[in-house]
């Protein structure tokens, strides 16, 4: 569990670093041709590959970590990958981080560290044998049809009507064939567990079929991926998308793993309130991102300079000094 945590954390250090890396280096063309412009200028840039070269090592930590750690903590500790990239390109480029971006990430850290304490022990699974008696669990054959049934209705028949104005409707195909994709990752890791230990897990037919599924799922979910990105903004596509994929993954690790089977109740809560403090962290970094926040925008007791001005306000007459006057003259009169 320790190890496959680490190489979580590990994983989204390196992922949030390669965006400033990549970024970072294609600022430095200067005036070359861009990507932006269809040019590939920015081969040349030594940045740019370390980037690519961090996004491998996190991507390669990420795949490692399914096989020492539940699926239910490594897929959420993902998040963490967009809190590291906008510390740091507030730090590197210069990005603003507003009052709502700050709060997210705050809220995220919280919500992992939440996670990390209540996180689900799943039942063990230390070979392609046992891997295999899961798969054919009554279960998860029913939870992978349904999948794959409501997968072929978003893309044959929901997809053309209404995949260009439901944000939903291509982030549920990618959220939905990604929970599949995540259980042939967690079965790769575990047979390269088993190679690494000298078994011949090469003839065993599990390990291929599941490389197969796994190329077929990713392939999948880039494509659509792309298109929701291409279709709608990215704040939105982005949330939307870890929360969608992240609870199908927690949904298909339980059935499949039964990693939920034997957790007491507070740990129970403790897990869904982790996520969903998760959720919140992204959504304040993400959605509010271009929103620009000025002191203008507080209340009038926290605007700095307002507060003497109002303060000098309760000091001042209710009534004009010309009608104190005519006022007092009155009551002299009466007098």
Avoid at 147 to 163: E, K, M, T
Avoid at 235 to 247: A, E, Q
Avoid at 285 to 296: E, G, Q, S, V, W
Wanted: hydrophobic share 50%; with cysteine.
């Amino acid at each position: 569990f320790g190890a496959g945590l680490a190489l979580a954390l590990a994983s989204s250090a390196f992922i949030g670093g390669s965006f400033v890396l990549k970024k970072k280096g294609l600022l430095r063309l200067c005036g070359r041709s861009r990507a932006g412009q269809g040019g590939h200028a920015y081969l040349r840039e030594w940045l740019w590959w370390a980037g690519l070269l961090c996004m491998g090592v996190g991507e390669t930590a990420n795949f490692a970590a399914y096989a020492f750690a539940p699926a239910t903590l490594v897929t959420p500790l993902g998040a963490l990958s967009v809190l590291v990239s906008a510390v740091l390109s507030s730090i590197f480029l210069n990005e603003q981080l507003n009052v709502h971006g700050k709060i997210g990430c705050i809220l995220s850290i919280l919500g992992s560290t939440v996670m990390v304490i209540h996180a689900p022990q799943e039942e063990e699974v230390s070979s392609l044998e046992s891997m295999a008696e899961k798969l054919k669990d009554p279960g998860f054959i029913v939870f992978a049809v349904c999948v794959l049934v409501s997968s072929l209705l978003l893309i044959f028949v929901a997809g053309p009507r209404y995949g260009q104005s439901n944000v939903l409707v291509y982030v549920l195909v990618c959220s939905a064939i990604g929970s599949l994709s995540v259980s042939c990752v967690k079965g790769l890791g575990i047979a390269l567990k088993e190679l690494f230990s000298g078994k011949p897990v090469l003839k065993e037919p599990l390990g291929w079929v599941l490389l197969v599924c796994l190329v077929i799922c990713i392939s999948i979910q880039i494509n659509y991926l792309n298109k929701a990105l291409d279709i709608f903004n990215t704040s939105v596509v982005t949330p939307i998308y870890y929360v969608l994929f992240t609870t199908a993954v927690m949904t298909c690790s339980a059935i499949l793993f039964k990693e939920w089977q034997h957790m007491v109740l507070d740990n129970i809560v403790g897990s869904i309130s982790g996520f969903l403090t998760i959720v919140a962290g992204i959504f304040l970094l993400h959605a509010f991102r271009d929103m620009p926040f000025t002191p203008n925008l507080l209340p009038l007791f926290l605007q700095p300079g307002r507060a003497d001005r109002q303060q000098s306000c309760q000091h001042q007459p209710l009534l004009p000094s010309e009608d104190k006057g005519s006022q007092s003259a009155e009551e002299e009169e009466e007098e």
